[in-house]
């Protein structure tokens, strides 16, 4: 039933795309900005034709001979979770926050905690349905997909899960020794780990932690903690309130509330928000209502609050080398000095396509993700990140395109490699159907 709807649905995009007098603009996504994850506007869709894809949000298929899902692009982490984890499978990159979207994450990158294994969330995708500028509906292989086509479908592998994860917390006293544990235990050859993250508290202090399926506590003694629950302490407060106490903890977790570990607070954006949202008396009498929605945030924020934001305000992933791992921090807390970072490590395979590896078969890379409103003084938005993608751009880094971006088309080219993307765009006759990305991304293109 599910695919019969999905064809009549990608059949109403397809009659989108006739236009007798001529398409006189490009043709852009008319999902509204105020429902997507990224905290800005775009711009670039003011004076473009729209093409909706609102009802493009089932999950179509599961073979689990062939070890796939297939979803639309507007089926969100939350609903893959609730649907595969009671089977016994889960996505091998399964991004932290509920609302993102299949598209979103194939389109934008995605990153989590098994990315040290398999790679980022595009990765794990082994095709792509598509509706092309000219109407054609096409099944693709991974590819590049974003600006010359519409995303109808994805099908992405799947693995086997168990209950819980079970989840070691490591502390870590300096900086030096956070970089050497976390290279050192981001082997993805590793049989004993199915996760691996870290938290930076301060530029010395931080936390790695170590995730593996499992079915449960073998003894009596060890702590089952469903962290999902409305009244539980903020994820990140409760790492550190463990290695305050002690130098290494174990706790059982269920997996789907492991999954969503940082949806409740967002990361950590919503002690702006609600700076008391992690008091206990607000946790057992009204988290239930929280996290408020992005989505929400976004459509009732004043302008008078929107300019703050934009001066002050951090919302950053770099993903660089995990060699150059210790000078990005360094860079961090010298330009912007918000706490925690989120390092999350991940396997990049040299392959066609923006993120091209140019001096190397496969690398480990590091996503370090700065989220929150900087005190920093003689901080800059545009001055102090631009510094910051000069330095992604010499150790051979990618910056996370949901972001501000504040680079220049050229900076733009040498970070990421046009080659394959140019020449589809032109092979697929895209250049005056679709903007091109930097248009889209750039921050100009964004409010």
Same mark, same amino acid.
């Given at each position: 039933? *599910? ?15 006739? %236009? ?131 995303? @109808? ?13 079970? *989840? ?14 976390? @290279? ?96 206990? *008396? ?76 140019? %001096? ?56 990421? !490699? ?12 895209? *250049? !005056? ?15």
């Amino acid at each position: 039933m *599910l695919s019969i709807q999905h064809q009549m649905h990608t059949s109403g995009r397809l009659a989108s795309f006739k %236009n007798s007098n001529g398409r006189k603009t490009k043709l852009v996504n008319a999902r509204p900005g105020w429902l997507s994850m990224s905290f800005r506007f775009p711009l670039y869709k003011e004076n473009a034709t729209k093409i909706a894809t609102d009802k493009l949000f089932d999950i179509l298929e599961l073979d689990v001979e062939k070890m796939t899902v297939k979803a639309e692009p507007g089926v969100t982490m939350g609903q893959l979770s609730r649907y595969l984890i009671p089977l016994g499978y889960t996505l091998p990159v399964l991004p932290e926050l509920d609302d993102l979207t299949v598209g979103g994450l194939i389109n934008g990158c995605g990153v989590e905690s098994g990315s040290f294994k398999y790679g980022m969330f595009q990765h794990i995708c082994t095709g792509y349905e598509v509706l092309m500028s000219d109407g054609e509906l096409r099944n693709i292989y991974p590819d590049s997909v974003r600006t010359i086509c519409f995303l @109808t479908a994805a099908t992405m592998r799947i693995i086997p899960c168990k209950k819980y994860v079970k *989840l070691t917390y490591k502390k870590t006293e300096t900086l030096d020794e956070m970089c050497e544990q976390l @290279t050192e235990d981001s082997d993805r050859y590793s049989d004993k780990v199915d996760f691996v993250e870290a938290l930076l508290f301060t530029k010395d202090k931080g936390c790695i932690m170590l995730g593996e399926f499992s079915d449960g506590p073998d003894t009596q003694d060890e702590v089952i903690n469903p962290i999902g629950r409305w009244y539980k302490k903020w994820f990140y407060t409760h790492v550190e309130d463990l290695i305050n106490k002690k130098h290494e903890s174990i706790e059982y977790i269920p997996l789907r509330d492991y999954y969503h570990r940082h949806s409740k607070s967002i990361f950590w954006e919503l002690r702006d928000i609600v700076p008391f949202g992690n008091n206990v *008396l607000f946790r057992y009498l009204m988290a239930w209502m929280c996290p408020p929605k992005i989505a929400f945030l976004k459509a009732t924020t004043p302008n008078v609050l929107r300019k703050l934001y934009d001066r002050c305000h951090v919302i950053q992933d770099m993903l660089v080398p995990l060699d150059t791992l210790e000078k990005c921090i360094e860079l961090f807390h010298k330009e912007i000095e918000i706490y925690p970072l989120w390092l999350c490590p991940f396997y990049l395979k040299s392959q066609p396509g923006l993120m091209k590896l140019r %001096n190397a078969t496969h690398k480990m890379y590091v996503d370090v993700g700065a989220y929150g409103v900087t005190a920093k003084d003689g901080y800059h938005h545009e001055r102090s990140t631009r510094r910051l993608e000069s330095f992604v751009r010499s150790v051979n880094g990618f910056q996370m395109t949901y972001a501000d971006i504040y680079m220049t088309r050229a900076e733009y080219a040498e970070m990421f !490699d046009r080659t394959l993307y140019d020449w589809k765009r032109s092979t697929s006759k895209c *250049l !005056d159907a679709f903007p091109d990305i930097y248009d889209k991304i750039c921050r100009s293109g964004r409010r």
